[in-house]
């Protein structure tokens, strides 16, 4: 991307006809204006030699007298069957009611359509273009980017000559070949090489590209770049950093100000990546007459895929690598791990509670979020993979006696064994005490996939632990055949039945989810073929339907299924089944899905040391900032409209891994970013962090149960970057992903192995104490050998020294001690006592051997 000794030159051209042209150029890029009667057009665009068949150079300037009014015109839902009512979705109405107000659809104002009508030569690389009207003067300089030689540097101020409200489009530079791209982007929104008239699907659920010219709002797009291919080239506009919002400005919430625009459709209809500063009626619009706004931004041009271009928005432009350099904390992960055990083991803090259901005594955490039908009395677990991973390398009493049975108990109840068309299928996540039943979050529907969740999931992980329990295994086979026979010829599922009438539900939108994950684990444990078959030609409909069209469905019920984390376990669910049968095509369309989840992942505004206050606490920009954190569910619809991003990064140890197998550094970088240096957000004395970035640091608030999921990502994270760090030499079998809220998985129910040394995940509390908390660690155990493995990570961009305090008392032995490198070479031999010294280089791993005499 970066090139040098480069001759940059402004080209002045003589037609016979008697008009101008002026050229840009340099050794990627050529770009040539000449004068007709509207004034200076675009008459030849080429990047690397090729030229783009519609160049345009047309401005727009909107205005309008008063501001703009703010009624949705709900017609136009009716291209979607049936509708799209969604009086039952109180999380929804008013945004998807936002969403077709007239500045969203474009429709406000008055439009300014010209051409420049002077041109002057600025500099050597830069020209100058000026357009006057009655109500406002217009100036833009123009100048190819002297570092990133794809990309055009322009900066527009419009001067008011009339009060009212304003707002500057980026001029269309080129729109796509007969109007159709091969692909359009607006990270976070959607993805798609299809055209999808149903403005619902593309504008709602992210599934297809809409057709009409929809501005987006800032605040759940997370990158800033609208890109479009055509013809082999991809164009995105890319706002310089901090022309969006700022969504923690100084001391209290502005997310959801609308500073920048985004859309890939100008508003004549023609498909171009546009860009809006400021967004008419909103933050700054207003103007006085001679008052000023200005707006800068560049054009990227290259021949190329989208997935290049958008990295050099988020790496170059917006610098996301620079703020891992920012990064400290105050607890370390492992710590965070430990001390949740300490809030799961307790009753009160944890909100565990246990009831009488059908002879079982089941147990589960209060759930105190929205739950159709409850009377603040649901009760639900997450994470059993968790549950079971730190029960086991802990060795845990609370856990293993008091947590583990009810929950398991708990499985069995929520799965219906009874015949019927629900056999074998999980009646609901939520158990309501007061009434005695299972129910799912927003309605009495069963899903197909809410099977894979809570039924194959949760009990297969549970059989990776204990695989002799034979009546969880004829559970799992009863669950197996359900989705078997719920699985349509083409591989598809329905999105739900009613609970009621066994009818399909939501059949206006496809199940574009890992629903076929759960014949995947029915496979791996019980070792029957029709299984992966089933589970096959689920995936090939799925990457057929969802990967190659950019299309993919959510699992929040309260969200009416808008895409969300399940996004995410589609690559790992893609990356198992590829893992269990070698089949290129899903690895592919694994990596081609993980690109797109990025985009699930903010990367703005750039993080700084600006010093923010948040309730009465000061804390630098970066510890708050959402550069780095997850959707729950973005898009026009989803949770962070309003709350903002999650802490819930279940993608983070998957990325790990991703990176390991593309060498693609935007993974391991998303991956750090969202688990370093989160301290703003995790509540000091239990260690759980909050859901929404919202919140702040509120704790798990009503999500009790959150903290095994944050206790699974964490862990799935540390094993991750330990198996990254020492380049396989160091690594433990996978389990299945958690339910619903990402690709996280489980460990510790075989052995790992470290230097070729057969072992086990042993951590029991207590047994170690770092005293740096940018120095993560994990323990094992080698039985045969009379070994326990420390592996310390530095989590820190520089050189980090800690000191390690090791229990003996834990394995009731004393002990010899080898230091090792990344690679098993000896650094340091007997070392004595149970205190030491360690220096980790930069991002990298040190190995305690110690030897149980």
């Not at 500045?103 to 000026?130: D, E, R």
């Not at 800068?296 to 996301?320: C, E, G, K, M």
């Not at 300490?342 to 105190?368: C, P, R, V």
């Not at 929040?556 to 290129?584: H, K, M, P, S, W």
């Amino acid at each position: 991307m970066r090139w040098t000794a480069v001759v940059y030159s402004v080209t002045a051209l003589f037609f016979s006809q008697g008009t101008y042209a002026q050229r840009l150029q340099n050794d990627k890029l050529s770009l040539e204006w000449y004068r007709s009667r509207k004034g200076y057009e675009i008459s030849l665009l080429t990047t690397d030699g090729k030229a783009l068949a519609a160049p345009s150079g047309e401005y727009r300037v909107l205005y309008s007298s008063r501001k703009p009014g703010t009624d949705p015109d709900l017609r136009y839902a009716d291209t979607h069957p049936g509708g799209f009512s969604l009086k039952e979705y109180k999380y929804l109405v008013r945004t998807w009611e936002n969403n077709l107000s007239p500045v969203s659809m474009n429709t406000a104002g008055t439009t300014f359509i010209f051409h420049p009508g002077k041109m002057q030569q600025v500099s050597g690389n830069k020209l100058l273009f000026f357009k006057t009207d009655k109500d406002w003067e217009l100036s833009a300089t123009w100048q190819l980017d002297e570092q990133f030689h794809y990309d055009i540097r322009v900066s527009i101020t419009l001067t008011a000559k009339r009060a009212g409200y304003y707002a500057i489009a980026t001029p269309t530079l080129a729109t796509a070949k007969d109007n159709r791209p091969d692909f359009a982007m607006i990270p976070g929104y959607f993805q798609s090489n299809t055209i999808q008239p149903d403005l619902v699907l593309s504008y709602g659920y992210g599934q297809g590209i809409p057709d009409k010219p929809v501005i987006f709002r800032e605040r759940t797009a997370s990158t800033l770049s609208p890109l479009i291919t055509t013809d082999g080239v991809t164009l995105a506009v890319i706002p310089d950093p901090g022309t969006g919002r700022d969504p923690w400005e100084k001391d209290q919430n502005t997310h959801s100000l609308w500073k920048l625009g985004l859309s890939v459709m100008d508003k004549g209809g023609n498909y171009t990546p546009v860009a809006y500063h400021p967004v008419l009626g909103q933050d700054s619009s207003y103007m006085k007459a001679g008052e000023q706004r200005t707006f800068s931004f560049r054009y990227t041009l290259q021949p190329t895929d989208w997935y290049t271009v958008y990295s050099h928005a988020i790496n170059d432009v917006y610098r996301f690598p620079d703020m891992l350099k920012l990064k400290t904390t105050r607890q370390s992960v492992s710590d965070r791990i430990m001390s949740m055990l300490h809030y799961l083991d307790n009753d009160s803090t944890s909100m565990w509670h246990t009831f009488k259901y059908k002879g079982l005594e089941i147990g589960a955490q209060a759930y105190l979020g929205g739950v159709v039908g409850s009377g603040q009395d649901a009760m639900k677990n997450s994470d059993y993979g968790a549950m079971w991973m730190l029960a086991t390398i802990t060795g845990d009493s609370v856990l293993l006696n008091k947590r583990l049975p009810g929950a398991l108990n708990f499985k069995l109840a929520q799965q219906q064994a009874e015949p019927g068309f629900f056999q074998g299928a999980a009646t609901g996540q939520y158990y309501l005490w007061k009434s005695q039943r299972f129910t799912e979050e927003w309605g009495t529907y069963v899903e197909p996939i809410a099977l894979t969740y809570y039924t194959m999931l949760d009990m297969g992980n549970i059989l990776l632990f204990d695989p002799g329990n034979e009546q969880l295994k004829q559970r799992l086979r009863m669950g197996a055949d359900k989705l078997l026979q719920w699985q349509h010829e083409d591989g598809h599922w329905e999105v739900a039945y009613d609970g009621a009438t066994n009818r399909a539900v939501f059949t206006d939108i496809p199940d574009l989810r890992p629903t076929f994950y759960g014949l995947l684990v029915a496979y791996r444990i019980l070792k029957d073929e029709k299984y992966l078959k089933a589970a096959c030609k689920g995936a090939d409909w799925l990457v057929r339907e969802g990967v190659n069209k950019g299309c993919f469905l959510g699992v929040c019920g309260d969200a009416r299924f808008v895409a969300d984390f399940a996004t995410g376990q589609t690559v790992q669910a893609l990356l198992d089944l590829y893992a269990l049968c070698g089949n290129e095509q899903y690895k592919n369309a694994a990596i081609a899905a993980a690109r797109i989840y990025t985009a699930s992942i903010y990367t703005h505004p750039i993080p700084t040391h600006a010093k923010k206050t948040v309730k009465g606490e000061e804390w630098e920009d970066w510890q708050i900032s959402q550069a780095g954190l997850s959707f729950e569910h973005g898009g026009s619809l989803g949770s962070a409209n309003s709350h903002g991003p999650i802490m819930l990064a279940s993608h983070a140890g998957m990325f790990v891994r991703l990176f390991s197998l593309t060498n693609d550094s935007l993974f391991i970088n998303m991956a750090r970013a969202a688990i370093w240096g989160r301290d703003a957000f995790i509540d000091r004395k239990t260690s759980v962090a909050s859901y929404y970035w919202k919140t702040m640091n509120a704790g798990a608030g009503p999500y009790p149960h959150h903290a095994w999921w944050q206790v699974g990502l964490l862990m799935d994270y540390l094993v991750s970057e330990t198996t990254l760090r020492s380049k396989g030499r160091i690594s433990f079998p996978q389990g299945f992903v958690t339910p619903k809220v990402g690709p996280h998985t489980c460990y510790g129910f075989a052995p790992g192995k470290i230097f070729g040394n057969t072992v086990k995940l042993y951590m029991p509390d207590g047994m170690l104490k770092v005293d740096n908390p940018q120095v993560d660690y994990i323990s094992a155990a080698d039985t045969a050998h009379s070994k326990i493995y420390v592996m310390l990570l530095n989590d820190d961009d520089d050189e980090q020294q800690a000191t390690i305090q090791f229990d003996a008392s834990k394995v009731k032995a004393t002990q010899q001690v080898t230091v090792l490198d990344a690679t098993g070479k000896t650094e340091r031999t007997n070392l004595t006592g149970t205190q030491w010294q360690i220096t980790i280089p930069p991002v990298g791993l040190k190995i305690l051997e110690i030897s149980l005499l």
